[in-house]
């Protein structure tokens, strides 16, 4: 029994704010679709709210527990919608942000981690039928997001 709660405070310790993210700092991703279903994996689980099948979506959301320190990735797995669209669109841009600030989610900045939208011959792949899968990975350090935020 004793494992069990060893077990259960270290797994309430990682939900409770375990984030290499400073606090009043912001790792927020954002995508938008146009004719294409996306299911977004953050680390390899998967993410209802950053996710759709409508064929047209804008979502964003903080990352700050979902990461971690080192390395991590993103998977996007695009899909095409019925009716197919002729040309249909992607765009998702990981930033840093710090609390207060407005930011526009469509311009790059200085605190872009990443912004990926669809190339031409991914675009013609999801047109014509096919899935594809899109992968970024990122670098998380907590000292160099401290000194961002001062």
């Not at 709660?5 to 375990?18: P, V």
């Not at 953050?42 to 047209?56: P, T, V």
């Amino acid at each position: 029994m004793t494992m069990r709660w060893i077990s259960a405070i270290a797994s309430a310790a990682a939900l409770l704010g375990c984030s290499p993210v400073p606090s009043d700092m912001f790792l927020t991703l954002s995508i938008s679709t146009d004719g294409a279903a996306v299911e977004t994996s953050i680390n390899g689980k998967a993410n209802a709210f950053l996710s759709g099948d409508s064929g047209s979506m804008v979502t964003s959301a903080p990352l700050n527990k979902l990461v971690r320190s080192g390395e991590n990735e993103v998977s996007f797995e695009i899909s095409p919608v019925q009716p197919l669209p002729e040309t249909p669109g992607f765009f998702s841009k990981l930033e840093i942000s710090i609390k207060g600030e407005i930011i526009d989610t469509m311009v790059e900045s200085d605190r872009t981690i990443f912004a990926r939208e669809l190339t031409a011959e991914e675009s013609a792949k999801i047109a014509d039928g096919e899935s594809i899968t899109i992968t970024e990975k990122f670098t998380i350090d907590r000292a160099a997001l401290k000194a961002m935020k001062n």
